[in-house]
């Protein structure tokens, strides 16, 4: 990494990523050993005409505390003031960046699962109010640290881990490009003609087959298919994740049956670790989770409220996909996402529908836990309304026409 | 410093400090490498019931970059959520605690010293509200860190500097007694016989007298003299600076005539430094102000509004003081201010008068600049309405009879 990789990729989050504005306000969330990158971030927003850059730092540390230390009754308060200034951000029409890139792994080990999983800091859920009235160009980006490194490549040193992590960030990040904005233009235009071709089809479900995957998921009557090219209320273009690579949309959450294997390792928000899961689906709901490693704190987490059992997204990544090309596990949702087709349980996009009586039956929940089940190996096939099977990726590769006819 | 160090000051901070009553939340402000003592503090906390511990880091390098990029314009802007969050600490009667000891000497050093001034967070207007209402029972306190050590022992190594800083701070803490709370009781109890005796005395001013001093403070009608055995509206008592020796109130801002020199140098809350500085009043009014050192940006401070070039407070510091026995200079207002008698540029404290017609006249500004001017060569003279004068304080010594005949 170099002065100049930490500006530019800042430059990026603030430019292509938010797309910050001349007298916006600048929300930022970071944990305490970002603090390079944010002031790399800080300096470009104020380049960038931000009228302020609000930072919110993160310790990890001090959760474990309160796991740990808090009474019992409670690990469920969130303080009014935490919603209200996500609230005040969409009120004043304000850019939000989110940095990942875990910096204390492990913060929560040890501690006993189901009070971890009571606490849902940092997430709080005027979040989604936010999201879904689109007030705000949001954009989540990912910054190397050591130990996020350290986790990618065990069998490195230190300063080889890092700068490995720093050359697969920006490569997946277009950063490595001659004209990065250019580069995410003509990826976007592809998941675009992608999403087109799939809303167009009017799928009734989808049909995830591979070893261990035999999954078919609802969709509902006006699910539209979405990808990364955002803008607000007023007009501004972001991209909500850099890098992205996914179209997704929001299922039927009463539709899912079959069982589905997942092709990657997935991080929870606190950290831990869950390999080799493997989900039944009946009548929407997950009625048996099992996982070689971290499958407790999972299930805790689906039962947090009714909805966390059932399906929010399904998304679907190519092989083009940077992240996927590469082939590393990166522990972290973010980019592991974008490597393959996946599913979250928890809460849907009340904006990846059309009517007001579908908005309604897209899920709801406080939590939202994205998992990979795609891979070049899980066949994806839609399912008309007439009964009639369209492939869609075979391979990993498109099988709609049009996406690849431009 | 060892663990038991750690938890014991953060232990004092939360007990004797706070008082953190079980159930309370408790906001902390803290810089980002007050971590280890955030942590500490968090499960000292909890361990006295408290609700929830809302961490609030602070970022001198995220303020470094708006000085150095912000648009113009939008420098005295501050976010409506600051404010509420400190209003929102009070209505729910929290306790609070704010982290002294710098992490980041000189972060603003090479800025224009005018946008500077311009920018007053991370201080908000709220905080005076909530003080003068009494709502949360709150502290602040002293830790030591390696850049701080630095500063006050530049002859030492790192770690003889942060070693002696860690002696100086847990003796001035009373932390070095077999029972700390029995000793600040003890304290507390002399400090209480000299503001009694001070206000008995019903003083129409007090003057200050030494080389390069010779400075008349008046006092308003109902001037009551304050010290550090505080109690919120419902009762629970805190200790608002830890440490503290002083005993002080809020003068008449239209009646400060003389000359005064500072007897120990003070830190602005920017990290200016002001050496060598010496004020003439007018008629309350601060007319010149010239220092060997900073005077430029304190004289823009007080420019910022009309309070900012009167006084808001004036207290008196005996040679009984911890800090005063020591000789250090610490740069750290926390501590310089308790180790001798000081004045203070700008907001006063409405407390200290009975009346509301007095209240109306205590100083009012969003700046509080205190700076030492006390010392045992420094006579301090009470003058009664009748025209008497009082000896106060003799060679750092009480004069009032009462205070030292317990």
Redesign the interface.
């Known amino acids: 990494m170099t002065e100049s990789d930490l500006s530019r990729l800042a430059d990026l989050a603030v430019s292509v990523g938010a797309n910050v504005q ?2 916006q ?1 600048v929300g930022v969330s970071a944990e ?1 050993d970002h ?1 390079d990158f ?2 790399a971030l ?2 470009s927003a ?2 960038h ?7 919110s ?1 993160i ?1 990890p ?2 959760k474990r ?2 796991i ?4 019992d009754d ?1 690990l469920e ?1 969130v ?3 935490y919603g ?2 996500v609230l ?1 951000l969409g009120e ?1 029409r304000a850019a939000v960046i989110t940095i990942r890139g875990t910096t204390v792994p492990g913060a929560l080990d040890g501690l006993d699962p189901k009070r971890a999983g009571r606490d849902q800091l940092p997430r709080v859920k005027e979040t989604n109010v936010v999201v879904n009235e689109r007030t705000v160009n949001w954009t989540i980006v990912a910054y190397p640290t050591l130990p996020w490194a350290r986790l990618c490549y065990p069998d490195l040193d230190d300063e080889a881990a890092l700068a490995r992590l720093w050359e697969e960030v920006k490569h997946v990040s277009r950063l490595d490009e001659p004209d990065p904005l250019q580069a995410w233009e003509a990826r976007l235009d592809e998941l675009e003609r992608a999403s087109e071709a799939l809303t167009e089809a009017h799928l009734d479900a989808v049909h995830f087959e591979g070893e261990g995957t035999d999954l078919t998921i609802g969709l509902l009557p006006t699910s539209i298919w979405r990808m990364a090219r955002w803008s607000t209320v007023d007009g501004i273009r972001h991209l909500p994740n850099v890098p992205t690579e996914e179209v997704f949309t929001s299922p039927d959450p009463m539709r899912v049956d079959g069982h589905v294997r997942s092709t990657k390792p997935l991080v929870l928000s606190d950290g831990t670790l869950v390999r080799g899961l493997h989900v039944r689906f009946e009548q929407g709901r997950a009625v048996e989770i099992t996982a070689d490693e971290g499958a407790e704190v999972l299930r805790g987490r689906t039962q947090i409220d009714e909805g966390a059992a059932r399906l929010g997204e399904v998304a679907l990544v190519d092989r083009e996909s940077r992240i996927g090309q590469l082939g590393t596990v990166f522990y972290e949702t973010l980019l592991d996402e974008n490597a393959a087709s996946h599913i979250a349980f928890g809460s849907g996009f009340s904006f990846a529908v059309e009517t007001d009586e579908d908005r309604a039956r897209v899920n709801e929940s406080a939590v939202h836990i994205d998992f990979m089940i795609g891979g070049d190996d899980v066949d994806v096939t839609g399912l008309t309304r007439e009964g009639e099977r369209v492939p869609v990726l075979r391979g990993g590769v498109w099988q709609l026409t049009t996406v690849n006819a431009a």
Chains 1, 2 share one sequence.
């Open positions: 001349p007298g306000i305490l603090r944010v002031h800080a300096a104020y380049d005409g931000a009228k302020f850059v609000d930072v730092y310790d540390l001090v505390a309160r740990e230390f808090a009474p409670s308060y303080p009014p003031w209200q200034r005040a004043q």
